[in-house]
């Protein structure tokens, strides 16, 4: 079994910050990426940032310079710092890790979502 919880979401004005946690646990071995997604209502999902164990990221161009993402392998844990946030990035987060279990298996996961919501 392997669950990822998801947290720090929230309602925000624009120009405000959240930081956004996503903890792995269960039976694993390794965790070769983690990121976060987000959907809008109507809007399909989309990709936010990636990071991989060794630390290297990815960002969709309407998050660069806005958003940062992290990780703690040690806690199995992925964060994204959201500042200077607009009413645009309202969505609800998703979190995503690959992740190889104690039996050798991988596989994709994701969060249950926490939503996030910007004002004007």
């Known amino acids: 079994q392997v669950q990822l919880v998801e947290s720090g979401g929230g309602l925000v004005q624009a120009g405000g910050s959240l930081r956004l946690s996503c903890a792995a646990s269960?039976?694993?071995?390794?965790?070769?990426?983690m990121g976060w997604y987000r959907q809008a209502p109507g809007k399909q999902r989309e990709l936010v940032a990636t990071?991989?164990?060794?630390?290297?990221?990815n960002y969709a161009d309407s998050v660069k310079g806005r958003f940062t993402i992290s990780r703690d392998n040690a806690k199995n844990t992925v964060y994204l710092q959201m500042n200077s946030l607009k009413p645009e990035d309202t969505a609800v987060y998703y979190c995503?890790?690959?992740?190889?279990?104690?039996?050798?298996?991988?596989?994709?996961?994701w969060g249950q979502g926490t939503q996030v919501t910007v004002s004007s």
């Open positions: 995503n890790a690959y992740v190889v279990r104690t039996t050798g298996f991988g596989d994709d996961y």
């Open positions: 269960g039976s694993i071995f390794s965790i070769n990426s």
């Open positions: 990071i991989t164990s060794g630390g290297r990221t």
